[in-house]
């Protein structure tokens, strides 16, 4: 095995060397950081400084390079050396780019910098280059749950890429709810009328396409195993099983419009008062001609409903009973109106509604709709009562006055209810007790997982975690179609609710994404959101102490326990956050490029200030994901702030290990910062729960400083966005002035 070579490489340019002392840089590197090879450059990132390191790394044996320059979040490419393990200390935006020029401030900005040298040095001496977790054979083919709209265009999509697609659809037909309409909503100009769905040709080009396989009348009665390895078990309605192995899967198992029924305050369950779906079923019956009601009269009057108990106390209905927007309704209804209005322009059709909200182009079809004399009317509706004569009693929003209005039809615009499988926090409370002995929960446990969408083998529950309103938790910022099970997607209105256009965009966002895993785990590397990240976690089975923290706070299922209660990765699903790493009370998890003594050595690399200079650090634990970039981006504005701050990237919150906290206040930082993203129902969290692991983690350190004898304020936690740059900032200013009014740490010798 070749002996390990330490190299620094300083960067001068961007300002840097006008400055810094860039040759007491080196120095720093070579004394303390005891680097082999020590190199400055005016222009580092530029094809001749990226050629002097690889130079080095081809001639002279470099194995670990230091690289002192830009942050870690720039110049990616031109720092790009696979071959070696690479660190990185932050000279510009986090150091020359936020301590205000001046000759006051000559003396701190070097030390900050020679902190940061000596950081970045310490750092890759902790760090192996990672092997990557390549497995001798892995699938590349897409699964997909659900033969609707949004299933057959995430599977068109990856078939077209180029990759084998397998739907499992539990009808005995492609094209889902879809397939009930007479036409969509357009989606291509002039917008001005409803259009043909398309349903047909896209069933008959997945009939054609030789890369696709289709199992009708089918549903998953178990899935297992992790990206690459998905093993799908297929029941038929039969009863005859089948396996397929599959790499990623795309669920698309779409909505089940809200029980009409239940609207009673609205006339639902009431004669000739309809939703959008009956209305649908109506309007085929008519095929094209005029729209009759159940009873086989000709409808000439028909008032729609919107909101029709959706968006809580906001919308027309006037109880709980979704409080979100279901997105579609609205251009629904209008183009519903138009069914009547195209067979019969001398149909009274009225749209109530408080709110119209059509996205994109739905102007246009709003437009086309009022010109065909379509009446919308803002207002709120009181009271429906059905029958042969239906009577809608609303007030007018506009008049401000109580009316009625008389109909043939009513039609109440409901919501979109996702089709998500099992609740798991549900199921983790029935489970519970079933584990305890209780028959009934037992019995429960077997109906609940009958309605199981995925029927996985994972400990944490069949399908997979829902949003407080049952759809599948596919963040809409941070990782939209990922979900917390590695691997698996969530596409249509199974994730958030949408019209049949956003559902075409999101299946096939959602297949560039299982495809984006698939070509991962071939390489053994990390899908999302750390990429390409070759590092997986190791553990030191001797030291384990069997506490399971790691296994039941991972946040994406991929540690399980063996038979004596030792963890077990699955590697594949590991998204490479550290929270295991984080929850260890024995540090016995690691990463080859990121460990309690990467991140542990930086602590102690930086030079604290005795008592006597009256000059406090502070260390600074930022999330790479929104706090770190958000450090940058005050950087890159220029915003300024204390240079008594040394601040380190954590892959999340969830990965800080307790023991950063003790080592930096038993060897003399006056403070400790943590800076991570929002957590709670509307969380930001790349990593879902790490942020908040960290708070509860830390909220438990306070018994911990009393022991030490120092102020509970000198470990503070903030929720920080990405865009929260002039807000970080502040934060850290005021910290550092409330650390020097409370004083320095009497842990300083």
């Known amino acids: 095995m070749a002996e390990n070579k330490f190299a620094a490489y300083i960067c001068s340019g961007c300002g840097i060397g006008d400055v810094l002392d860039v040759k007491g840089l080196e120095g720093t590197a070579k004394k303390d950081g005891k680097m082999a090879e020590v190199k400055s450059h005016p222009f580092l990132c530029n094809a001749e400084g990226v050629q002097l390191i690889k130079d080095d790394i081809a001639n002279n044996g470099v194995t670990h390079v230091c690289i002192a320059a830009c942050s870690r979040r720039a110049k990616t490419e031109a720092f790009n050396f696979p071959e070696v393990a690479v660190s990185r200390a932050n000279l510009r935006e986090g150091v020359i780019w936020v301590i205000a020029e001046g000759s006051d401030h000559d003396e701190i900005r070097q030390e900050m910098a020679e902190d940061y040298v000596r950081m970045g040095c310490a750092e890759v001496k902790k760090m192996a280059l990672p092997d990557g977790n390549l497995k001798e054979s892995s699938s590349k083919r897409i699964l997909v749950v659900g033969g609707g709209i949004s299933g057959m265009t995430a599977a068109l999509a990856a078939a077209d890429a180029g990759y084998e697609v397998v739907i499992v659809e539990k009808t005995g037909e492609l094209g889902g709810f879809a397939r009930n309409l007479v036409k969509r909503v357009p989606f291509s100009g002039p917008y001005a009328e409803p259009q043909a769905t398309g349903v047909e040709d896209m069933a008959a080009k997945i009939g054609a396409n030789s890369r696709i396989t289709v199992h009708l009348n089918s549903t998953l009665a178990e899935t297992a195993g992790a990206p690459g390895r998905f093993k799908a078990k297929i029941a038929q309605e039969s009863g005859a099983i089948t396996e397929e192995l599959v790499g990623a899967i795309v669920q698309a198992t779409g909505f089940t419009p809200y029980d009409v029924n239940k609207l009673t305050e609205l006339g639902g369950g009431q004669d000739n008062v309809v939703d959008q779906a009956g209305l649908e079923a109506l309007a085929k019956s008519a095929n094209g001609g005029v729209i009759k009601r159940a009873d086989g009269k000709e409808v000439k009057s028909v008032v729609f409903v919107q909101c029709a108990g959706q968006r809580g106390s906001g919308g027309n209905g006037n109880g709980h009973h979704l409080e979100y927007c279901s997105g579609h309704c609205c251009a629904t209804s209008i183009k519903q109106a138009m069914y009547f209005k195209d067979a019969n322009p001398d149909v009274d059709t009225v749209v109530m509604y408080s709110d119209l909200r059509v996205p994109g182009m739905g102007e246009d079809f709003y437009r086309s709709a009022q010109q065909k004399g379509v009446i919308f009317t803002k207002s709120k509706v009181n009271k429906v009562a059905g029958g042969g004569s239906c009577k809608v009693d609303f007030k007018d929003l506009i008049l401000d006055e109580d009316t009625s209005v008389d109909a043939d039809l009513v039609v109440l615009a409901t919501g979109q209810v996702p089709n998500a499988g099992v609740n798991l926090d549900k199921w983790t409370e029935i489970v519970t007790l079933a584990d305890g002995g209780d028959a009934a929960a037992k019995a429960q446990t077997i109906e609940m997982k009958k309605g199981s969408v995925l029927n996985l ?102 540690i399980d326990e063996d038979e004596k209660r030792f963890p077990v990765f699955n590697e594949e699903r590991c998204r490479r956050c550290g929270t295991c790493m984080g929850a260890c009370p024995v540090r016995v998890i690691s990463f080859e490029n990121y460990s309690c003594d990467t991140v542990g050595s930086q602590i102690k690399a930086v030079n604290v200030p005795d008592e006597f200079e009256e000059k406090p650090r502070i260390l600074l634990l930022a999330c790479e994901n929104d706090a770190y970039p958000a450090l940058d981006m005050a950087g890159l504005q220029r915003l300024t702030y204390s240079a008594y701050v040394r601040a380190i990237p954590v892959r999340c919150l969830g990965s800080v290990n307790t023991i950063w906290i003790t080592d930096s206040l038993n060897s003399g930082y006056d403070g400790v910062m943590m800076m991570g993203c929002k957590h709670g129902d509307d969380y930001q969290c790349h990593f879902v729960k790490g942020s908040e692991l960290a708070g509860y983690r830390m909220s438990k350190i306070g018994d911990t400083l009393k022991q030490m004898g120092l102020e509970e304020e000198r470990v503070i936690t903030h929720e920080v966005a990405i865009t929260d740059h002039e807000r970080v900032a502040k934060l850290i200013n005021d910290y550092v002035a409330q650390i020097q009014e409370i004083g320095l740490s009497p842990m300083k010798f």
Request: a positive charge.
């Open 457 to 558: 083998e994972y400990r944490q529950g069949p399908d997979m975690p829902q949003f407080k309103y049952g759809f599948a938790d596919s963040h809409f910022i941070c990782f939209p179609y990922e979900t917390r099970r590695t691997g698996i997607y969530a596409a249509g209105p199974v994730r958030r609710p949408m019209d049949m256009l956003q559902a075409q965009e999101d299946a096939t966002g959602a297949a560039l994404k299982a495809i984006q895993a698939v070509e991962n785990v071939e390489k053994g590397r990390a899908a999302h959101p750390r990429a390409g990240d070759l590092s997986f976690p190791k553990a030191r089975l001797e030291g384990c102490t069997q506490c399971k923290r790691c296994t039941v706070e991972c946040p994406f299922g991929a």
